[in-house]
T-cell receptor, first 113, second 115 residues
Framework: DTGVSQNPRHKITKRGQNVTFRCDPISEHNRLYWYRQTLGQGPEFLTYFQNEAQLEKSRLLSDRFSAERPKGSFSTLEIQRTEQGDSAMYLC???????????FGPGTRLTVL | AQSVTQLDSQVPVFEEAPVELRCNYSSSVSVYLFWYVQYPNQGLQLLLKYLSGSTLVKGINGFEAEFNKSQTSFHLRKPSVHISDTAEYFCAVSELNTGFQKLVFGTGTRLLVSP
């Protein structure tokens, strides 16, 4: 059990550029979650996968955001045409089942200039 | 929809003193309750959770929390804090009637332990 990993840890980009983040969950965890955390706030739910199926999306996830989890393993979160308001820490978590603990990765900190 | 309120944005305390971090929640259905800790530039680590059973829950690092259904509270306590407990603490809830475990977090309480 190596824990949830996220790459990159930091990303600085210019407004209007596209960025992609990767999350590798704990192996055999079938549930994967993305959250966003802005400065001084708690994490906010973005989206959820059970295996490869994306089953829930928050209204925070605008059309510029897309998430995938091919083959039910790692997941990617892409933001198109980034805006300064997208600057935040993007956290990934995984769990083995509905009532199980969500284990969080270290996050990817995005800065949009 | 559920919500979580952490009234104290920052709690300063001296080393070896007791501490209580307050958490109140709002939900129309039964919930699971969690406390997570976040150290600088790191992800969240679970301290403890309440799913059912005994309302007094013990977690890692000497922390404990008590679920009070009538007051809709889940306060976190530690009898004697260490410098290393300095971190951000988040309370979170998850409603039982959802098909998955979406966590709703409070805004966090920064615990500052000084010598």
């Amino acid at each position: 059990d190596t824990g949830v990993s996220q790459n990159p840890r930091h990303k600085i980009t210019k407004r209007g550029q596209n960025v992609t983040f990767r999350c590798d969950p704990i192996s055999e965890h079938n549930r994967l979650y993305w959250y966003r955390q802005t400065l001084g706030q708690g994490p906010e739910f973005l989206t959820y996968f059970q295996n490869e199926a994306q089953l829930e999306k928050s209204r925070l996830l605008s059309d510029r955001f897309s998430a995938e989890r091919p083959k039910g393993s790692f997941s990617t979160l892409e933001i198109q045409r980034t805006e300064q308001g997208d600057s935040a820490m993007y956290l990934c978590a995984s769990s083995a089942g509905g009532g199980d603990t969500q284990y969080f990765g270290p996050g990817t900190r995005l800065t949009v200039l | 929809a559920q919500s979580v309120t952490q009234l104290d944005s920052q709690v300063p305390v001296f080393e070896e003193a007791p501490v209580e971090l307050r958490c109140n929640y709002s939900s129309s259905v039964s919930v699971y309750l969690f406390w997570y800790v976040q150290y600088p530039n790191q992800g969240l680590q679970l301290l403890l959770k309440y799913l059912s059973g005994s309302t007094l829950v013990k977690g890692i690092n000497g922390f404990e929390a008590e679920f009070n259904k009538s007051q809709t509270s889940f306060h976190l306590r530690k009898p004697s804090v260490h410098i290393s407990d300095t971190a951000e603490y988040f309370c979170a809830v998850s409603e039982l009637n959802t098909g998955f475990q979406k966590l709703v977090f409070g805004t966090g309480t920064r615990l500052l332990v000084s010598p």
